[in-house]
């Protein structure tokens, strides 16, 4: 029998204990039980096990230290359909735990991401669908935004909510949106008597449509930068696969317009599909290999911080 307060102990593999430490801590969880109960909690979100093909036997992972948590408030559900479970089954109760350790840890990452901050989540979803407002704090800050929708990154590992927000006074509708990572999505405090920012007029509405549909974290659609790269350069851009930004044209005028693609073949100019924000993380890698020519403000902003740089190391 297994109760609210009881000590569990479940034997599991390296992989899927070292899976749940790493997302213990990347979410900043509290501990591995604070995530365990969290899995436990919501266990009717995944497919009910098979009683025939749940192993039970723990020697298989006898040299893993095993998971230990005790069971909390949250928990109370998964106690009374464990119970009842294990006793029909023939199964035990780290058995089944296990189970359900493994469906979490099989989801994709972003997947589990959404899974862990599934409160905030609901209350960023119900407002998107309801088109109100909501005031979140993001990474410390707090701010007023209309969500609009989820989004995951193209391998699936990170989850975004792209929003728009209250800062009427930017030239360009596209300005007004930002992606956010639902991991930093912190006090989601819904407006239900304000209508969504991206609703006031069609070009916001069409903007929003327009970043659903050509998603990228981001929000590159739409924006683009000229650079010149040196061999080493297109060399290095064909390695760096991180938030790589894609190839829209070639050449000095970017008149040689081509399917946007992920590899260069040379050195020489190219015009990338890539917003400011991309630029500023992805181009400073390459040092001298990639020449920002524009637009100027952004050229101006790495001449600026490469003369920092000299500086630093000037001395």
């Known amino acids: 029998m297994i109760n609210v307060s009881k000590k569990i102990k479940v034997a599991v593999s390296h992989l899927l204990r070292s899976q749940m430490e790493l997302d213990a801590e990347d979410y900043g969880l509290k501990s591995l039980s604070d995530l365990c109960n969290r899995i436990l909690a919501r266990y009717a979100e995944f497919a009910p096990p098979d009683p025939t093909r749940i192993g039970a036997d723990d020697t298989l992972y006898k040299n893993v230290p095993p998971l230990q948590f005790s069971l909390n408030q949250t928990g109370e559900s998964f106690a009374n359909f464990a119970n009842s479970f294990t006793k029909n089954a023939g199964t ?3 058995t089944l735990c296990r189970y359900y350790f493994e469906c979490y840890v099989n989801m994709p990452r972003g997947k589990r991401e959404c899974f862990i901050f599934r409160n905030e989540l609901d209350k960023l979803n119900a407002a998107a ?5 909501v005031s979140l704090t993001y990474r410390g800050e707090r701010k007023c935004v209309s969500p609009c929708f989820l989004a995951f990154s193209p391998s699936q590992v990170r989850a975004y909510v792209v929003v728009c927000d209250d800062k009427v006074e930017c030239a360009a ?13 912190r006090g989601v405090a819904p407006d239900t008597a304000s209508k ?3 609703c006031e007029n069609f070009e916001l509405s069409h903007q929003a449509e327009v970043f659903r549909e050509h998603f990228d974290p981001f929000l590159c659609y739409g924006q683009s ?3 010149k790269l ?3 350069g297109a060399t290095r851009y064909n390695k760096l696969t991180t938030n790589r930004p894609k190839v829209i044209a070639f050449g000095e ?10 590899e260069v073949n040379s050195a020489g100019t190219y015009t990338f599909e890539c917003s400011e924000k991309l630029a500023k993380v992805y181009f400073p890698q390459f040092l001298s290999d990639a020449d920002v020519l ?13 003369e920092k740089a000299g500086k630093v190391y000037g001395g």
Do not use: C, D, M
């Not at 005028?253 to 992920?262: D, E, R, V």
């Not at 524009?294 to 490469?306: C, G, I, T, V, Y």
């Open 253 to 262: 005028s970017g008149s040689a317009q081509a399917a946007a693609t992920a």
């Open 294 to 306: 524009a637009p100027r403000e952004l050229r101006l902003w790495f001449k600026e911080q490469f």
């Open 129 to 133: 669908e309801s088109r109100t407002n």
């Open 225 to 227: 930068i000229k650079v």
């Open 196 to 198: 969504a920012f991206h």
């Open 230 to 232: 040196t061999e080493e």
């Open 173 to 185: 509708a596209s300005a007004r949106f930002h992606s956010l990572r639902l991991y930093h999505i």
């Open 92 to 94: 035990k109760i780290a």
